[in-house]
């Protein structure tokens, strides 16, 4: 049986439907905080919770493969991931895949160090497993597009940093390649999309799509944070994405692997599709 953690967020959700395309439903198994809100994956649920042991020992009955999904409450990651994957091997876990970021032994963003820990617990832990090392999410990009239609700009702090992103659908389906083969144990993957693309680069797609003159302007981290936290953001993630975004113009978010691309066996989803998409809503 195979186990996706967080299987009712943006990510998981994806991955439980690229799961169903290789696996039979009775053989895949969704771990959620919330099972109110599982009813529709199609897949049985069990509650879990990264912080509650105890769910965790009883959701992961029976699994054999589960997808550790990293958890979404940054500075809490270091506890949670480890309770899973001690909880995993109490339960006789057999493989675990992790999803880490992008160059997570040299990056110089604050989300790295978390993402090292997991990894050296997975190390430590005896459990076969597989490192996704996941490259930025175009939506994390894309999401901006309402906020740049209505305010004519397009703003961030990457200056011409280029950004390898690669769509969650993509990464979800690389997870469930990976979950459903035997062959990718003791592996880490850097996964990132075919075609990288500067902020200035998505600004110039989006002004092509919508018939607008849409330029990126490039702000200080400070005034950009600021704008951010304005938008209703709290204060730390504005601060976050502010700095990550500098990160971003200095090569933090690039990468010419092509390692997403074969597992995927076809080409990774190209930004104008993204920005398409993105635009429909």
Known sequence: MIAVTGATGQLGRLTVKALLAKAPADQLVALVRSPDKAGD???????ADYTKPETLDAALTGVEALLLISSNEIGQRKLQHRN???AAKRA???RIVYT????????PLSLAPEHMDTEAALKASGISH??????WYTENYTGSIPGALAGGA?????????ISSATRADLAEAAAVVLTANSHDGKTYELAGDTSYSLADLAAELSRQTGRTLPYVNLPEAEYA????GLGLPTDLANGLAAWDVCASQGALCSEDKTLSRLLGRPTTPLHEAVATALKG
Do not use: Q
């Open 41 to 47: 994956l199609g897949i049985a649920d069990r509650a």
């Open 84 to 86: 899973a994957i001690d």
């Open 92 to 94: 006789g876990v057999k």
């Open 100 to 107: 880490s970021l992008l160059h997570a032994d040299t990056s």
């Open 130 to 135: 597989t490192i996704l090392r996941n490259g």
């Open 154 to 162: 397009f703003i961030g702090s990457a200056g011409e940093g280029r």
């Open 226 to 229: 600021k704008i951010l936290a």
